[in-house]
Nanobody
Framework: VQLQASGGGLVQAGGSLRLSCAAS????????LAWFRQAQGKGREFVAA????????DYADSVKGRFTISRDNAKNTAFLQMNGLKPEDTAIYYC?????????????WGQGTLVTVSS
C-alpha cells in the first residue's frame, strides 16, 4: 500500500486546512488510517485515527474539538479537517495505515505534508 498525503500549506492562526491521504496498491484490505505529526526538533506525535468502517475515531487531546478525521473508502482516501489552527500545530503531517486498530501497529507510512501556522 502506498500513501500520499497532501493539502498542507501556510495558514494564519485561527484558520483551517484539510489534509488528504490517498491510498493505492493493496487497498482491498481493511486498513485503519491515522495521522501523525512531527514539529521541528521534536518527536513524532499521534494526532488522530479512524477504523476502516469509520465507526471509531481517536484524537490526541491537543486537537480534540478542532480536528476531525474522516475517510471515503470508495476513493481510498482519508481526510483530516483542521479548524482553529494554532502556531503549535505547525509540523509535518504524516498518514499511516495498519490492520489492527486496537494494537495501533502501522504497516505503511506516507510522505509528509508541511503545515505552517503563522501567529
Amino acid at each position: 500500500v502506498q500513501l500520499q498525503a497532501s493539502g498542507g500549506g501556510l495558514v494564519q492562526a485561527g484558520g483551517s486546512l484539510r489534509l488528504s491521504c490517498a491510498a493505492s496498491g493493496r487497498t482491498s484490505s481493511h486498513y485503519f488510517l491515522a495521522w501523525f505529526r512531527q514539529a521541528q526538533g521534536k518527536g513524532r506525535e499521534f494526532v488522530a485515527a479512524i477504523t476502516w468502517s469509520g465507526d471509531l475515531t481517536d484524537y490526541a487531546d491537543s486537537v480534540k474539538g478542532r480536528f476531525t478525521i474522516s475517510r471515503d473508502n470508495a476513493k481510498n482516501t482519508a481526510f483530516l479537517q483542521m479548524n482553529g489552527l494554532k502556531p503549535e500545530d505547525t509540523a509535518i503531517y504524516y498518514c499511516a495505515a495498519g490492520l489492527h486498530y486496537a494494537l495501533r501497529e502501522y504497516d505503511y507510512w506516507g510522505q509528509g505534508t508541511l503545515v505552517t501556522v503563522s501567529s
